[in-house]
């Protein structure tokens, strides 16, 4: 089933073509990867599919909801965790996901609380401020926050950025085990060829606003090379 569709999808700002005439679509439960350099208009397209943005031309789906027209439907059907970290740092873990619950309107978050923050190791750290935790705990946690209102579409960018390898590893793992536990499809933007090819079902290569390949990572790789790519 197709989760999301995007037509020509356009976005400029003055002179500068961020997105340029882009299309693909993502089918449920598959992990996509946008791998590309910085500024090649991988965040520009997230930020638009999720809203926070408008496109300048084209048109795009989420969830079966055209981004323009049903901004909210959208925003209901993703979760999205975003380079900048925006957890409340003088916060405990569970306040911060109980304040993401509220905000997305659930009675009862609590037990859906100690589900994830067990998903992701982090529940032995819930009563614990978030100034305290590492990066990779932050993220961990940033994670979970976007799966709290079960979202059918999580939205990750650059979600290893900064973390050191061993640290790394172990988020692929819980990104993994998100898809296949949760059936969450998964959209990530990375810079790092291996994360792409570790976790990504199909990978659109970005640059310059345009796709320049869009395949599995193991037919790319036959067809051009690593070191091409």
């Known amino acids: 089933m197709e989760l999301i569709r995007v037509d020509n999808l356009t976005k400029k700002f003055d002179e500068l073509t961020a997105v340029d005439n882009i299309s693909f679509t993502i089918e449920e439960g598959e992990i996509f990867g946008f791998l590309g350099p910085n500024g090649a208009g991988k965040t520009t397209t997230l930020s638009i599919l999720s ?6 031309s084209g048109e795009a789906y989420v969830n ?74 932050k993220q961990r946690l940033e994670i979970a926050r976007g799966l709290l209102h079960e979202p059918r579409i999580l939205f990750l960018d650059e979600p290893t950025l900064g973390l050191d390898p061993q640290t790394r590893n172990h988020l692929w793992d819980y990104i993994q085990k998100m898809n296949h536990e949760k059936k969450v499809t998964i959209i990530l933007t990375t810079h790092y060829m291996d994360e792409a090819d570790k976790l990504s079902d199909r990978v659109a290569i970005i640059d310059h606003g345009k796709i320049v390949a869009l395949d599995s990572p193991k037919n790319l790789k036959a067809h051009a090379g690593g070191s091409v790519i």
């Open 51 to 56: 809203t926070l943005l408008s496109q300048t």
């Open 64 to 137: 079966g909801y055209n981004i323009r027209t049903h901004q909210n439907e959208v925003r209901r059907s993703i979760g999205v965790v975003f380079q900048d970290p925006t957890l409340d740092e003088e916060l405990t873990a569970r306040e911060n996901m109980h304040i993401h619950g509220k905000l997305y309107g659930m009675k009862k978050p609590a037990d859906k609380i100690d589900e994830l923050l067990e998903l992701v190791e982090l529940k032995k750290w819930k009563n614990k401020l978030v100034k305290t935790f590492s990066g990779g705990m």
